[in-house]
């Protein structure tokens, strides 16, 4: 029986694991558990690669893993200037491949990889593809809203696109290390926009077209671009959200706050919306048909360090305003081409559609950068999952054949409730890898994903990683070892993780505690924006030595790392990151709202959902009136993903002594397990928590 021979096969390669000598970086352990059989049930603990898989796959054996692991760990400066040869640089960078210091104890956090080196990541991927011979071979296509409506550019025409825009925004006065703010879905123009601006060296900050004005404004007047890059509106589902209004009012507060733009260009997305209805500030605003396509198709590189910025992108903390992650050019162009290359098992045959927006770390790293650096096909999907029904992802897959589709469990489990049918009604025969990325992906969720939308042949790639780590952390290699539902599995090649206690001491074997990392690897990020000082204290004064990732971990008797989601007070709704902050700061400017402390709670299809707690100013009376224009706060100034699930009104909240709002008592509340709220007697005023038990209905 087949199953056998593969279980011998990992058993002989488990075998010669035990003889691998342990490095700085603790060799993964891979223990044999004995499979029954193929379909991955719960009684299965182990999911194998089939034999046909794992003999094409890069990296086919535990055994090939381990030694190119090991090799990454003893000597990283090998490794990776191996690898980042294959790039192209017009100057190789300095002798010390990377410098590091992580440990805050013996000076400033200083990251740097093949400094010295110069190089064009806009360059890496489009020209030098072009002139590998893949001119004609598709980069890009384009799915809309509505079926029916595609596009396709392939690397010259992609190329050409990128060159033109790129010469106007060098006319505009955009220069090496100037800033452009990026406010547009997912239509070919984003990842034009994107490497345009990569290739004159400017820094691009993409902000997702879901935040509302007020945020948008944040980032704006925090970076200060040069220009504002958006279209007149965008069609998603039924609905046409005018993504221009929320410019106009996002430049109408940042010009008053002293950041003015004189330059907004328009992409006039004609299916959602004509541009004569669109309103215009002469001289601010230009429409993009109108002046790009006049500009030539050819524009030189600009040359830059590998250690010069290629973008910030603004996520969530758990206090203040949103951090702007930086990332530079070299690293983080070596990093995402390999972690795509090898976590996705990626063969130029390949189609990939990965659902992520671009607006997100996701599709920065595995939209347009990773699969562009290895010349692959990529979908750029404009509209919305289940639109105009659920089966619209599969029918994507069946129409461009998709083989390699990436996505968040939020949306597995949401199609999984929408009932099998949706997916057998479609071939889905060209898939042959699976991955997912956003949040823990629960055992059930992997199971159908794995058995019904992948006929319980393609592995699945569960990614974890963060806007912060530029690509993936821990990931399983498909073809490697046998997957277990719901765990991460292994390290990428030259990242250490480490599991410590609350000391920061590090445990070894099975154990859980808070995820760190041990050293740099390319794809870091090197600061956050202007605020040098909140990196240090965010991410490495926490565990000194170490990069703290916010996440907890767990590490099984075979090595496994399962993720436990966020110990800090960031809430991740359907994968996106949601700082308790942000919202408590949003529902607090509501003029009758006095205080606010807002949790996670499970939620079946997002994960997790907003739950806040909200004390109104004295007086005041609860109405559903005034619950809803809460909410609608919340959702003017973070953006629609950001709404709170529930309210629950609070006389007060649960305060130490101290002040401090007891979150961990407000968390058991929001989930009713009213039997397990612990110790309370160290509250300010125990009476509280029976008040809000009482109004757990209201
Ligand atoms: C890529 C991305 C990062 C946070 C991260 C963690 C959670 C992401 C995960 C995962 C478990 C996975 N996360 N992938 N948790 N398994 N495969 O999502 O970046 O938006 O910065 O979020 O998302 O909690 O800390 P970002």
């Not at 910025?309 to 995402?336: D, E, I, Q, R």
């Not at 990626?346 to 950068?369: E, F, L, M, N, Q």
């Amino acid at each position: 029986n087949n199953n056998d021979i593969r279980t011998i096969n990992h058993l002989r390669h488990v075998d010669s694991m035990a003889t691998m000598p342990s490095g700085a970086g603790k060799i993964p352990r891979l223990n044999a558990v004995i499979l029954g059989e193929a379909l991955a049930t719960e009684e299965n603990d182990l999911v194998f690669p089939t034999d046909e898989f794992s003999q094409q796959a890069h990296v086919p054996s535990p055994q090939k893993y381990l030694e190119m692991y090991k090799r990454s760990i003893e000597d990283p400066a090998g490794f990776w200037s191996e690898i980042a040869s294959q790039f192209y640089w017009k100057q190789k960078w300095d002798d010390s491949v990377y410098s590091e210091n992580l440990d805050v104890s013996k000076g400033r956090v200083n990251i740097e990889w093949f400094k010295g080196g110069i190089t064009n990541i806009c360059y890496n991927c489009l020209d030098k593809n072009v002139e590998a011979g893949l001119g004609d071979k598709i980069a890009l296509y384009w799915e809309g809203n509505d079926t029916g409506f595609d596009d396709s550019l392939t690397y010259s025409q992609l190329l050409h696109k990128v060159c033109q825009l790129a010469n106007y925004l060098k006319d505009m006065g955009v220069q090496k290390g100037d800033a452009v703010v990026i406010y547009l879905p997912m239509l070919l123009e984003l990842p034009i926009t994107m490497l345009a601006c990569a290739r004159i060296g400017a820094v691009h900050s993409v902000v997702f077209a879901g935040f509302s004005a007020e945020s948008l404004s944040q980032r704006i007047i925090d970076c200060k671009p040069k220009v504002v890059i958006t279209c007149n509106a965008v069609k998603r589902g039924p609905k046409i959200i005018h993504l221009k209004d929320i410019v106009d009012a996002a430049l109408v507060e940042s010009a008053k706050t002293g950041v003015p733009i004189d330059t907004c260009l328009v992409y006039e997305n004609q299916l959602a919306m004509k541009r004569d209805i669109t309103k215009w500030q002469d001289g601010r605003d230009i429409w993009w048909q109108d002046v790009i396509p006049k500009y030539p198709t050819e524009c030189a590189v600009e040359w830059v360090d590998a250690e010069d910025p290629l973008f910030l992108l603004y996520t969530s903390g758990s206090t203040g305003k949103p951090k702007g992650v930086l990332h530079t050019t070299g690293g983080y162009m070596v990093y995402t081409a390999t972690t795509f290359k090898y976590a996705f098992d990626y063969k130029p045959s390949d189609v990939y559609w990965c659902t992520a927006d671009c607006g997100w770390i996701t599709g920065h790293s595995y939209v347009t950068y990773g699969p562009l650096l290895n010349g692959a096909s990529c979908i750029v999907f404009e509209g919305a999952p289940n639109y105009p029904d659920s089966g619209r992802c599969w029918d994507i897959v069946d129409k461009y054949k998709v083989t390699i589709f990436y996505t968040a469990p939020t949306l597995v489990r949401s199609l999984m409730r929408d009932g099998d049918e949706y997916v057998t009604r479609y071939s889905r025969k060209s898939l042959r890898i699976l991955g997912s990325v956003g949040e823990p992906i629960n055992p059930s969720a992997w199971r159908w994903f794995y058995n019904v939308v992948g006929d319980s042949r393609c592995p699945i790639s569960d990614t974890w990683w963060q806007t912060e780590t530029g690509g993936f952390m821990i990931t399983p290699l498909p073809g490697a070892w046998p997957q277990k539902p719901g765990s991460a599995t292994f390290p990428f090649f030259g990242v250490k993780p480490v599991i410590v206690d609350e000391k920061g001491v590090e445990i070894e074997g099975e154990c859980s505690g808070y995820l760190c990392v041990k050293g740099s690897w390319p794809g870091a990020f090197r600061t956050l924006y202007g605020d040098y000082e909140r990196y240090e204290t965010t991410y490495f004064k926490p565990f000194t030595g170490y990069y703290f990732t916010g996440d907890g971990c767990s590490r099984d008797k075979d090595g496994y790392h399962w993720l436990t989601g966020r110990v800090d007070d960031v809430i991740n709704v359907s994968g996106h990151r949601i700082g308790t902050a942000e919202v408590e700061s949003a529902l607090v400017s509501h003029p009758k709202c006095a205080e606010a402390a807002v949790v996670g709670i499970e939620h079946e299809v997002k994960g997790q959902a907003i739950y806040a707690f909200v004390t109104l100013v004295e007086g005041e009376p609860y109405s559903e009136e005034l619950r809803k224009s809460l909410i609608l706060s919340v959702r003017k100034q973070i953006g629609a993903f950001a709404a709170p699930e529930r309210i629950h009104w609070a006389p007060g909240l649960p305060k130490t002594r101290s002040g401090k709002i007891m979150r961990r008592i407000l968390r058991k509340i929001a989930s009713g397990q009213l039997d397990e709220l612990g110790d309370t007697s160290t509250l300010a005023d125990p009476n509280v928590v029976e008040q809000l038990i009482s109004l757990s209905n209201c």
